[in-house]
């Protein structure tokens, strides 16, 4: 499995936690900016005008630059931060988490509340579509007509997208593969082609990769 060094939300996943008459609501959403994060926020709060609490956390940047985790009147220390902490623990940033309790009237406790605002964030985490970010090395490849079945097949074997195909006296293909298989790759384009293609360009970048379920 190819190694990714951060992860994000993509667009935007709900889930629900109830214990002791104490509705807990959670969205997730992806975001780039402070004011994106804030401007879901304000929508949350609308919709929810008639909650006790909206509490939140949010990490932006790739690497993370900024955090930011609000308790919104609940005891200190009970939401902001343990759910600021179910992003760091899963590593994901351009992620926005926030939490909406309907009071049940039943005291949950310290202990309770952190585990009652975890329980609702991971689980609209677990609904989201999540996007890891791995970085790769994107090959040129150029070869002959006669093996562009063994380039297609050859990309499928080891699972990585074709970005870019150019047909003119030869044919060349574009593909995206993580950093650490990209010498195991060359070495069977080579053997594949029988010696006769080539790499004519390489470059580096940190590609977004749909996690599989």
Known sequence: MATSIYSSVC???????????????????????EEEAQRHLAEIKKKYWDARHNCYAYQLGMPVSMQKASDDGEPSGTAGKPLLEVLKTGDLTNTLVVVTRYFGGIKLGTGG????????????????PVDDYVPCTVLTLQADYSYVAVIEKLAGDFAVPVRDRNFTDSVSFTIEIPLEQADVFKVAFADKTNGTGTVIKTSQEIVPRRRQR
Do not use: C, D, P
């Open 113 to 128: 509340l952190i585990r009652a605002y975890m329980t609702a964030a991971r689980a609209a985490i677990i609904a989201a």
């Open 11 to 33: 667009g935007q996943a709900s889930g629900e936690y109830t214990v002791k008459k104490s509705r807990f609501i959670a969205n997730v959403f992806h975001v780039t900016s």
